[in-house]
């Protein structure tokens, strides 16, 4: 066995933190016990309760570290861009070389999201940081709007629904099927294909009578994801 490392080391919590990931990642939260993470990551109980009161919180840190460091790469990201078209390319690049750099931590994350009941922390909400994306996403699209730059007869919810659903639809197929490139190529695609459309058509599509309901379904699912609905 390896030399226990001391706790009062920030190190150690890294290590920890390694270990748990992948852990979690590979056998799921409930499978994985605090003596499984302690023995891998060659420290003592007491060195790992020094920095977590228990494993719900360690697995708690690694899911804010998911959407935290995402986040501020999403932010940082939009301030490369000039146009919404730059800023949303940027982002959509950005998110993807994360993911392929924390693939472990995004599989976290995504099964979070999903869990049924005792497979992740009660506690370990996804929701309130994935909202924080959203909203994000939101504000630029109204700038969009504002500007000109987007359709306005699609609502703000709507248009951050579509380029949001194709952003984590990409990483969630990357994760399953490896061969799925997150290129900053594939990024242009994406954003091409949210503002241009797959119509061959020059003129706008007209819009079929039924979108009136459609929409009003979207911007409840939208009010709801962002917490500004009741359901």
């Given at each position: 066995?390896?030399?226990?490392?001391?706790?009062?080391?920030?190190?150690?919590?890294?290590?920890?933190?390694?270990?748990?990931?992948?852990?979690?990642?590979?056998?799921?939260?409930?499978?994985?016990?605090?003596?499984?993470?302690?023995?891998?990551?060659?420290?003592?109980?007491?060195?790992?309760?020094?920095?977590?009161?228990?494993?719900?919180?360690?697995?708690?840190?690694?899911?804010?570290?998911?959407?935290?460091?995402?986040?501020?790469?999403?932010?940082?990201?939009?301030?490369?861009?000039?146009?919404?078209?730059?800023?949303?390319?940027?982002?959509?690049?950005?998110?993807f070389e994360f993911s392929l750099q924390n693939r472990e931590l995004m599989r976290l994350a995504f099964a979070t999201a999903f869990a049924p009941?005792?497979?992740?922390?009660?506690?370990?909400?996804?929701?309130?940081?994935?909202?924080?994306?959203?909203?994000?996403?939101?504000?630029?699209?109204?700038?969009?709007q504002t500007a000109g730059e987007l359709d306005q007869r699609f609502s703000a919810d709507e248009l951050t629904m579509g380029i949001y659903g194709?952003?984590?639809?990409?990483?969630?197929?990357?994760l399953l099927t490896p061969d799925c490139p997150l290129t900053r190529q594939t990024a242009t695609q994406v954003v091409r294909l949210f503002l241009?459309?797959?119509?061959?058509?020059?003129?706008?599509?007209?819009?079929?009578?039924?979108?009136?309901?459609?929409?009003?379904?979207?911007?409840?699912?939208?009010?709801?994801?962002?917490?500004?609905?009741?359901?």
């Open positions: 066995m390896g030399k226990l490392l001391n706790h009062a080391d920030s190190a150690t919590r890294q290590q920890i933190l390694h270990v748990a990931l992948k852990s979690f990642a590979e056998r799921g939260y409930a499978a994985t016990s605090v003596q499984d993470i302690v023995d891998a990551a060659r420290v003592s109980k007491p060195a790992l309760y020094y920095y977590f009161t228990d494993k719900a919180e360690l697995f708690q840190a690694l899911v804010d570290r998911a959407h935290d460091e995402r986040y501020r790469h999403m932010q940082e990201a939009a301030a490369r861009g000039g146009t919404i078209a730059e800023k949303l390319e940027e982002i959509v690049a950005a998110v009941a005792g497979e992740a922390p009660d506690r370990a909400h996804c929701g309130q940081k994935g909202r924080r994306s959203f909203e994000f996403l939101r504000s630029l699209i109204e700038t969009g194709q952003l984590n639809s990409y990483i969630m197929i990357r241009n459309g797959a119509s061959t058509q020059r003129s706008r599509v007209p819009l079929s009578p039924a979108r009136n309901g459609a929409a009003s379904k979207t911007k409840r699912y939208a009010r709801r994801y962002n917490g500004r609905g009741k359901g």
